[in-house]
């Protein structure tokens, strides 16, 4: 999968569907990964300046175990605080599915830290595109080790860029109340707050129309 993603987009249907029939992807990859044009032609940003050798780019299929590793590593209250319980495993089934977005229309993004030819997955943003394709869902989750690197920042921000160039009109966070943090990251982009329908969290709401590029 990892050589099909960085095969012209032309031909990658083909790869696929040829990896397919010789039992070399797992049955269930039926769709090549959708290009993130935003992103640049390569779909991979480097980090400058952050000392480490940490990359931003789209989720994709084969970051499966990458994204198991990831949700192991997290502690409780990053569990709770992300996903509101405290979950305690992560299948293969559910791990397809999240890296399985269809970027044409969804939005994943994750940063990479380069270890030689390994990649470990740090931290994670998304938005989900809502009923109606005019607003979208955003959420983001960053290892607890890398939590002073702005990374959420960056996350957040391109998301934010890709939205609007995709003419998303409302962008929205919902959020723990006492997660000052993650409040912290959307108030710095200027997301208005408001109340939700559970008391112990927050909506937060960003007019993309109205809203100049970070």
């Known amino acids: 999968m990892e050589l099909i993603q960085i095969a012209h987009p032309r031909f990658r249907d083909q790869l696929l569907d040829d990896m397919l029939k010789s039992y070399k992807v797992p049955a269930y990859q039926r769709d090549t990964p959708a290009p993130v044009k935003e ?110 690197k702005g990374f959420a920042s960056l996350l957040l921000g391109k998301l934010i860029h890709i939205a609007r160039r995709r003419n998303l009109k409302v962008l929205i966070g919902n959020v723990r109340a006492d997660n000052t943090s993650m409040r912290r990251v959307f108030e710095k982009f200027k997301f208005t707050a408001a109340s939700a329908e559970d008391p112990s969290e927050l909506r937060y709401l960003l007019n993309l129309e109205g809203h100049a590029e970070p």
């Open 39 to 148: 992103l640049g032609d390569t779909e991979v940003i480097r980090l400058e300046g952050k000392g480490e050798d940490y990359f931003l780019r789209p989720l994709r299929p084969s970051d499966q175990r990458r994204l198991q590793t990831f949700f192991y590593s997290h502690d409780k209250a990053t569990l709770f605080q992300r996903y509101r319980n405290e979950p305690k495993k992560m299948g293969t089934a559910k791990a397809y599915r999240l890296v399985n977005t269809d970027l044409s229309r969804d939005m994943a993004l994750c940063i990479v830290e380069r270890q030689g030819p390994r990649e470990v997955i740090l931290a994670v943003g998304r938005y989900y595109v809502l009923e109606g394709g005019e607003e979208a869902e955003a959420a983001f989750v960053v290892h607890e080790s890398m939590r002073d």
